[in-house]
Each structure stands twice: as C-alpha cells, then as structure tokens.
C-alpha cells in the first residue's frame, strides 16, 4: 500500500451538494496516458473515484471515456501512470483479474448471449463466482448441484429486483432495446461488484426508459452501496444522479468537481456543453 492512498483510505467521510455520503477513495487514477500507435487517447488523466459515489466521466466523442473505462477494467494497459485500488498499487491487471476484483462493467453496445433467455444471461454473471469443477458441474453432482441452487437464486433475486419477473424465461434478441439494457445491467450485477462501470447505460432509450433506467441505478448504489462510474451523453441525467463528474476532451481532463461546478466551468461549456449555469 502507497504511503499517500493510505492516507486516502483513512480520510473521513465526505458529504457531497447530493444526497449521498461518500466513504474513502476506492479507486485512484494516477498520471494515466493511453496512445494507440500515434493516437493519443489519454494524456496525463488523474481523478479518483469514492466509496459509494456516483462518478460519472462525459465529454465530446473521441474524448477518451470508453478507453478510460477500458483501464479501468484492465482490458487496456497504459503505457504511463498508475491505479491504486482499494489502497494498492494494482500492477498489470487484466480483466479477469479486475473481475474478480470486484469491478463489473457494461458496455456501450449490449454485449449480451441473445439466443440465451434473461435469467440464463444473468446465470453467466455468477460465472467467477462458481467454485465447482467443469466435471462436477457438467455431472451436475453433490456440491456443484448445491451451488447452482444458490447462484440460480441469486440471479432470480437480481431478476426481481430489476423488475423483469415476466421476462426471465425471453430469449434476450426478442426484447425491446430498453430492456435488453436493464438485462445486461443485471448480470454485471450478478458479479455482486465493488464497483460498476456503466458505460452509456441510457443510450438510444426513450424517456421513460432513461427514468427507470436512472431509478435502477439509484437503487443499486442505495440498495447494495456499490459505486458506480458511467459515461453519459445525457446531461440531465448525469447532472442529477452523478455526484462527481469528470470532463475529457480530446483525452485530456479539462475539469472535475460537482455537478454544479462542472456546470458553471467555462472550458467544460467552450468545449462540450455549449451552454452556461447562468
Ligand atoms: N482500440 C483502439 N485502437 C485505436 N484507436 C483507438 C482504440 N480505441 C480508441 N481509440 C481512439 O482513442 C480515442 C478515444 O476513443 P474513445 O472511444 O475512448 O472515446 P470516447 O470518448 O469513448 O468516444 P465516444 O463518446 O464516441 O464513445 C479516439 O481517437 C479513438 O479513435
């Protein structure tokens, strides 16, 4: 453990303009910088990410958000910087790994087994977490039978809980694409993350599907005090649920704070929001 995440992880409890209390820094983006041959994605990227917060990362296209979520989950390495998580030095992670960690993620283009019903996609999020052997699971014997019992009742807990009781047994390629989201919201939640990245959760939703999607969220984070990172394009939604946002353009960080703050920060209105606070 670093000697400053230390500190980070013995620092009170912080109270943002919303209505959640955040706990300790969780996760710590150090100096991060990502190039894909010329293409710099990321230059010198450092924010953190709180106990328990909402944290949300917008910007323009292109900025670096889904490359940044990408470190995050160790499915990119950069090639500069470090990440302390939970007040360790994480060292060349890669997404198995970071999985099993406790980070969950979903993606911006719905990474789901369509032929699969609900439950069924659900089922493969408890996949790290099963502990019997292929024989023994494939023999359905003993022990691996218990464990299915137990992991089916998780997934149908987390089926009741996003409310998709009368869907569970859907071949997921049949459903509305609102749906088909909350779907794959629920088995990154069958992982039980420490964190979860959401990344778009509301794109191509119509409004009454943003509004569940967004009660959804809120219940997550109140409900099981997991901490969430999303990248957003809708600035109502990320304005109201987020409790910290942080602003890229162009892969670099052009402002960080309060939603309010983030609002009223004039390089973040000049290069993405196009509108002030006023
Ligand atoms: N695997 C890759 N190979 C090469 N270049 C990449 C790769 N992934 C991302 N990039 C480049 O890195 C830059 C940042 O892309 P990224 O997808 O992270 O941006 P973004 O902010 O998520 O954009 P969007 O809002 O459009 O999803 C872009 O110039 C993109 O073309």
């Not at 959760?201 to 569940?212: F, H, L, R, T």
């Amino acid at each position: 453990m670093t000697e400053s995440a230390t500190m980070q992880m013995n620092e009170p409890d912080v109270h943002f303009s919303t209505r959640r209390q955040a706990g300790p820094v969780i996760l710590d983006l150090q100096n991060i910088s990502l190039s894909f041959g010329g293409v710099k994605a990321l230059t010198n990227i450092s924010f953190d990410v709180r106990q328990h917060e909402i944290r949300a990362i917008i910007g323009p296209n292109g900025a670096g958000k889904s490359s940044m979520l990408n470190v995050i989950n160790g499915v990119y390495r950069p090639q500069q910087g470090q990440i302390v998580y939970r007040g360790e030095v994480r060292g060349n992670m890669d997404c198995h790994t970071a999985a099993k960690s406790g980070i969950a993620r979903t993606f911006q283009n719905i990474a789901l087994f369509k032929g699969m019903t609900v439950l069924d996609n659900i089922m493969t999020g408890r996949n790290l977490k099963m502990k019997s052997s292929f024989l023994m699971q494939a023999l359905y014997w003993g022990p691996a039978r218990r464990e299915e019992i137990a992991h089916r009742i998780k997934a149908e807990e987390i089926i009741d809980f996003l409310e998709i009781q009368a869907i569970r047994k859907t071949p997921v390629g049949r459903l509305p694409y609102g749906l088909q989201k909350r779907v794959e919201l629920g088995r990154a939640l069958a992982a039980e993350p420490e964190i979860l990245l959401l990344d778009e959760p509301m794109a191509g939703m119509n409004v009454e599907e943003k509004q569940d999607m967004c009660r959804f969220i809120l219940d997550v984070n109140d409900q099981f005090g997991t901490t969430i990172v999303l990248i957003e394009h809708d600035m109502g939604v990320v304005m109201d649920i987020s409790d910290r946002v942080v602003v890229l353009d162009y892969g670099r960080k052009i402002g960080d704070g309060t939603p309010d703050e983030v609002r009223c920060n004039q390089d973040v209105i000049n290069a993405y929001l196009g509108v002030g606070c006023a």
